[in-house]
């Protein structure tokens, strides 16, 4: 009878840190996303940079 108790408390820990593990998962992904999109961006102006199409953002007085 212990060994089964011992089970059902490892399963129950065990569904008890995947529920956490995803419902973390779940609430990190749009902070991941975001991440990923910022990264994205940087990298497009820096290769838009090393091209020279950027404009410089200092407009001179005419």
């Not at 490892?10 to 008890?16: H, I, N, T």
């Not at 419902?23 to 910022?38: H, K, V």
């Amino acid at each position: 009878m212990k060994y089964k108790d011992r089970m059902s408390e490892r399963e129950y820990q065990d569904r008890l840190e995947s529920l956490l593990k995803n419902t973390l998962n779940t609430n990190l992904q749009p902070l991941r996303s975001l991440e990923t999109a910022t990264k994205k961006r940087r990298a497009q102006k820096k290769a838009a940079a090393d091209s020279g199409f950027v404009k410089s953002a200092k407009r001179t007085a005419g």
